[in-house]
């Protein structure tokens, strides 16, 4: 099979897929030399003009530059550095409007020339065989050169690749329309441009240079071919002329017939490409130690009194190279970056030139009226014709490409190889139905990379939930296993030692006790009505004795089933309390009270177990306040009552007191006091019943009236609450049982368990019996004569 | 200063899909002349008929869809549509077939779909099918070329007649139809197709005066007419060049073979080039885009299989023409066909390549 070189000396080539003869308007420019710099008043330097990292910047505002002078650092192989174009004052360094499609705004570096144009000190080396492969690439990076045909590529990258190099390429096609930057700088600069070539040759030793260029290029042409007339391997490769033979992967195609395979570098294949203008400037570095501070933009369209070339400082502002070349087109202006095909509309004249921009078009309304702007678009639906599929050089299907993104079908958009889009812009210059497909696939583009980016930080999010449940289930674990030790340390607790026990116990005790007594105040109150700021105070400690008490009730429950219990008997206190205050303060503050009590629920039951020690401290101390109150409340209203009553409850609020004491703390010592303080509380009952029976003969059926209907209450208090399923009804009836017991004075069994319920019952009775004298006494006071 | 923003590219090679409408629609010219010089007024009527119908049709269409009414109504797509019926519909018959048939192709098969570039059968030949079965009558009445009828018809007969039923003088379809030997002339597929089941052969059916020297009197011109638009827009680029080359070569190719196998029994391949709507099949109706494949080796595909229908449909099947039901077919298998003959991108599968 006849090789490549052979094909290529036959000047036969390959044929890419598609493409599209549109007119190419290059005879504006394509005679005329390329015009001198001019230095504007201000340049407008992007930091970041390549593809890649922007460099660190080492230059600050109010500095002075030396044209050539290095503005920005690289520090890695992707990132190029940025150069004064001329020597000046940098006067600010913000965000402005960039070259790119989208109008963006990024860092860049302003700098007032002061129009002296004073180079730096540079190191001209006529020969650069004197330099080792390492020193020219150094140079080259030094430079800050990145492809100046497109996309902006570090040439660096490209020159210093290891992959061995079978095709040099130079693309020198330029194929879009109106542009004739490369043209103008190979027919003015071939020498330059062929020590460039020489220099990549040097770096890279490829067997073969080929020079891709259009046939209209009859000038160029004959240029190059003079220059490499005695260079044998160098190739020049005359193409036809067809848009976008000039493209990387195209002109590939075209001199070699291979194709890239879709997501590798062409190096992969053992081809590199060089551009004209970049191959120009890698020549200027390494010889004459000039970085990359100016190129040559065409500037063209039919807008302007003089379209030429010309050499323009990186950074210049495009309205100043359209006034140089007599622009004048007041009205409805549209200027484009780059060629018609691929170029950019700029949203106004004072976006600089930077290294990638070959073109400046300012074509005038007849010239081209876009029919892709918003104001005059005519597209109508697709009709299929196929056209855009016949000239798509990356052989996509246009059509399908379209409706996939309009419908927002991403897999289907990743089926139909969206991504392999060069954006050329063949399809939507053909189609008939003036469908701007490149501006949908830009968009679809767009939106899948935004895509990606937020499945990227999804999945991060998601690995960070993953963890905290993770951790949070740990902790739970832990948790879980620190309260059932707790827990069953307290159930050892509650078996062994009885005080410890009792001391719990009594607790409830006093609860029912404080019920009883409320009650009893509810009804004093009833007839005492300077007694009802004292209550609220009552009611309100109260209320808050029952939230913490429900904190613990809920923890206890939540810790383990020995403390049931416990549990019940809290949650029965809570209720009374609530139904006490429903006493004093009818129906309707009694179902708040409740709804708090559900309220509190959720909370508390994350409350460390902790808090159940300060809870029953807060209870005996409101117990306290409590029996104190009574007390007072007693002798205020008792002032015709007979003494002997006083002292009885004088007695049971003392038998209250130590109760509290008793729970504040912890002692070894509490047994003995437990059992004086049960001892105490029994003494006060019997007193309290037989006087009660003694005294109240009338009353005493009240009195039991009251009793029950209390009892009642406390059921469907419990209903209601329905917090855990205590058998409160049960132990009422064992209060019952117990006032029986008490009254026939039966003595207390002794066993451990038993002694449980008893004491409890007994403390119930107790209070109970309290309460009940209370009530005798008020009914007492009702009428002070019966006495 | 206003700046103007656009998206690349910025140029475009200026045809417009209602220029490319158009185009067709005036390649359509020669055939129709063809048309008209040798079976007089009836199409031209047929054809304004319907071309009314359709803009009334679409205007109302789109009026209904809220959509903007004078681009899409302009686009040329109806109007062509409209055309393409009239030209293949008998041309002395009933006013109300162009009428019904037309509305069906635009409100229906066009628009219900959702308009231009939705439709998945190409409108004309869904309403010629239509028509032909659900009026046999009618749509089978062809009229014999002028030069063999009986009678002069005129203008004002031909319009009678349509609008009637019946010429000023009183002679009916069938009456016109009538040859001066007293026997009722059919096209020369359908007469070869009789002739064929009578047991003749097709040497001896070429002997009925209808096919006259060459396939078909009058035939052979209209189908030259419409050879000649098909080349001039494939000349314009107006429509691409594959289906309608894959179209005749397939069906060159069927009726070579069979004509080889049994020369009796087969027409020659030119008789089915030059006879009844290949001709406008292959250049004007199979080529639209919508309903078509559209990938180069797609239409390879949807042309051959067209011919292949058509060589089929009229060698074994009931109706004499069968274009109208080849496309129809085609148009069905248009997506699969899309679905198995995606190009290959650049840069993927190269293996499979090698
Ligand atoms: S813009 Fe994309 S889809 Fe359109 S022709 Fe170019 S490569 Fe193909
Ligand atoms: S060129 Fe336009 S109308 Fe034709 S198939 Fe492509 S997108 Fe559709």
Same mark, same amino acid.
């Given at each position: 099979m006849e090789s490549v070189i052979e094909r290529i000396e036959r000047g036969s080539f390959w044929q890419f897929h598609g493409g599209i003869h549109p007119p190419e308007q290059k005879f504006l420019t394509c005679t005329k030399p390329i015009a001198s710099a001019q230095i504007p008043e201000q340049l407008i330097i992007p930091i970041r003009q390549h593809i890649g990292q922007a460099g660190n910047l080492v230059v600050k505002v109010g500095d002075k530059v030396l044209k050539g002078q290095i503005l920005s650092a690289c520090d890695s192989p992707m990132s190029v550095p940025i150069h004064a174009p001329t020597s000046g004052t940098i006067t600010a360094i913000q965000s402005m409007a960039i070259p790119h499609p989208s109008g963006l705004s990024e860092a860049c570096i302003i700098l007032t020339p002061d129009g002296e144009d004073t180079w730096k000190q540079r190191h001209i080396c006529p020969d650069f065989h004197l330099l080792s492969k390492i020193q020219i690439i150094e140079k080259i990076a030094n430079a800050g050169i990145s492809g100046m045909g497109g996309a902006g590529f570090p040439t660096q990258v490209k020159v210093s690749t290891l992959a061995k190099i079978d095709y040099l390429i130079i693309n020198a096609a330029e194929c879009e329309p109106y542009i004739t930057a490369d043209d103008l700088l190979l027919q003015e600069h071939s020498p330059t441009i062929l020590d460039g070539i020489k220099i990549i040759d040097h770096l890279l030793s490829p067997k073969n240079i080929l020079i891709g260029i259009e046939e209209n290029k009859t000038e160029a042409t004959d240029a190059l071919k003079k220059a490499t007339a005695? +260079?044998? =391997? +160098?190739k020049i490769c005359v193409i036809p002329t067809k848009y976008p033979s000039g493209g990387e992967k195209q002109l590939i195609k075209i001199l070699t017939g291979q194709e890239v395979p879709s997501g590798v570098l062409p190096s992969s294949l053992g081809m590199v490409m060089q551009n004209v203008a970049t191959c120009f400037a890698i020549a200027d570095a390494v010889i004459n130690d000039t970085p990359l501070i100016k190129r040559v933009v065409t500037i063209s369209g039919q807008a302007l009194e003089k379209p030429q070339n010309v050499w323009a400082l990186i950074g210049t502002p495009v309205g100043f190279l359209t006034r140089q070349c007599g622009y004048n087109n007041s009205k409805n202006r549209h200027l484009i970056m780059g060629g018609p095909m691929m170029g950019f509309s700029l949203p106004h004249d004072q976006i600089p030139v930077i290294k990638t921009t070959n073109c400046i078009l300012a074509p005038s309304e007849i010239e081209i009226a876009s029919p892709f702007s918003s104001t005059s678009s005519k597209e109508v639906e697709c009709i299929r014709c196929g056209q855009c599929a016949d000239v798509c050089p990356a052989q996509l299907l246009p059509q399908e490409l379209q409706w996939s993104a309009k419908a927002k079908d991403q897999a289907q958009l990743a089926k139909l190889n969206l991504f392999d889009c060069i954006e050329c812009g063949a399809c939507a210059y053909v189609c008939p139905s003036q469908i701007p497909l490149v501006h949908y696939y830009r968009v679809a583009k767009a939106e899948i990379r935004q895509q990606k980016l937020l499945d990227i930080k999804a999945e991060k999010a998601k690995v960070r939930f993953e963890a905290r449940k993770q951790r949070l289930e740990r902790e739970k674990v832990a948790r879980a296993e620190k309260h059932k030790k707790a827990a069953e340390a307290r159930k050892a607790r509650m078996n062994t030692d009885t005080s410890a026990a009792k001391s719990e116990k009594s607790a409830v005790a006093d609860a029912l006790a404080r019920v009883k007594a409320k009650k009893a105040q509810a009804s004093i109150k009833q007839n005492t009505a300077e007694n009802d700021s004292e209550d609220a105070t009552t009611t309100t400690t109260t209320t808050s004795a029952a939230e913490s008490s429900n904190t613990s009730t809920v923890d206890i429950t939540v810790e383990s089933v020995a403390a049931v219990d416990d549990g019940k008997s809290q949650v029965a206190n809570a209720i009374a309390r609530a139904k006490a205050k429903k006493l004093a303060q009818k129906n309707q503050a009694q179902i708040d009270s409740l709804d708090t009590l559900q309220n509190n629920e959720s909370p508390s039951s994350?409350? %460390? %177990?902790?808090a159940a020690p300060v809870v029953i401290d807060r209870k005996a101390k409101v117990a306290v306040a409590v029996a104190k109150a009574k007390e007072k409340k007693r002798q205020a209203s008792a002032a015709? %009552?007979?003494s002997s009553q006083v002292d009885i409850i004088d007695t049971a609020t003392k038998a209250l007191k130590p109760n509290a004491v008793n729970l504040d703390s912890v002692s070894d010592d509490k047994a003995t006091q437990a059992i004086d303080k049960k001892a105490k509380v029994a003494a006060a009952m019997v007193k309290a019943k037989a006087q009660a029976k003694m005294k109240a003969s009338l009353g005493t059926e009240t009195s039991f009236n009251n009793l029950e209907k209390s009892t009642t209450n406390l059921e469907s208090n419990i209903d209601l609450g329905a917090t855990s399923e205590c058998d409160v009804p049960a132990q009422v009836k064992n209060v019952e049982a117990a006032k029986t017991k008490k009254t026939q004075g039966e003595p207390q069994t002794v066993s451990n368990i038993d002694t449980k319920n008893l004491d409890r019952k007994t403390k119930i009775a107790a209070a109970i019996a309290k309460a009940k004298a209370k009530k005798l006494a008020a009914s007492s006071d009702k009428s002070p004569t019966s006495e | 200063m206003a700046f103007w923003i656009a998206s690349s590219p910025h140029n475009h090679q200026k045809n417009e899909t209602s220029s490319l409408m158009r185009l067709v629609v005036y390649a359509t010219i020669p055939g129709i002349f063809a048309q008209w010089y040798f079976f007089g007024w009836g199409n031209l009527i047929h054809i304004s008929l319907a071309v009314a119908a359709a803009i009334i049709a679409e205007f109302t269409v789109l009026a209904l869809r809220n959509k903007k009414i004078t681009p899409q109504l302009f686009d040329g797509s109806a109007i062509l549509t409209a055309v393409l019926l009239g030209i293949s519909l008998p041309a002395l018959a009933p006013w109300w077939i162009s009428v019904i048939g037309s509305l069906f192709a635009i409100a229906l098969v066009k628009q219900l779909y959702g308009g231009l570039g939705h439709n998945p059968f190409n409108p004309a030949m869904a309403a010629y099918v239509m028509l032909l079965i659900s009026f046999p009558l009618q749509m089978t009445q062809w009229q014999p070329p002028l030069s063999l009828l009986a009678m002069d018809i005129q203008l004002s007969d031909t319009l009678a007649v349509i609008f009637s039923g019946y010429t000023p003088q009183g002679y009916s379809v069938e009456q016109i139809r009538t040859h001066i030997d007293g026997f009722t002339m059919a096209t020369p597929l359908d007469t070869v197709k009789t002739n064929m089941t009578l047991g003749l052969t097709v040497v001896e059916s070429m002997q009925a005066p209808t096919i006259?020297? =060459?396939?078909g009197v009058g035939w052979e011109w209209i189908n030259a007419g419409f050879l000649l638009g098909g080349l001039f827009l494939l000349g314009k680029e107006a429509i691409p060049w594959s289906t309608p080359v894959s179209f005749l070569l397939s069906l060159f190719i069927c009726s070579f073979i069979a004509f080889m196998i049994s020369p009796d029994s087969n027409a020659s391949t030119m008789f089915h080039w030059f006879t009844g709507a290949t001709m406008l099949g292959a250049f004007f109706i199979i080529t639209d885009p919508v309903s078509g494949a559209t990938s180069v080796k797609g239409r390879l595909v949807f042309g051959a299989l067209a011919g292949l229908l058509v060589f089929l449909i009229r060698k074994f099947g009931g109706y004499p023409d069968a274009v109208a039901f080849a496309v129809l077919l085609c148009n069905m298998a248009a997506p699969l066909i899309d679905q198995y003959t995606r190009p290959r991108t650049y840069g993927h599968d190269l293996e499979v390549k090698k």
């Open positions: 005695d +260079i044998d =391997h +160098i994350l409350t %460390s %177990s902790q015709n %009552s007979p | 006259g020297k =060459h396939f």
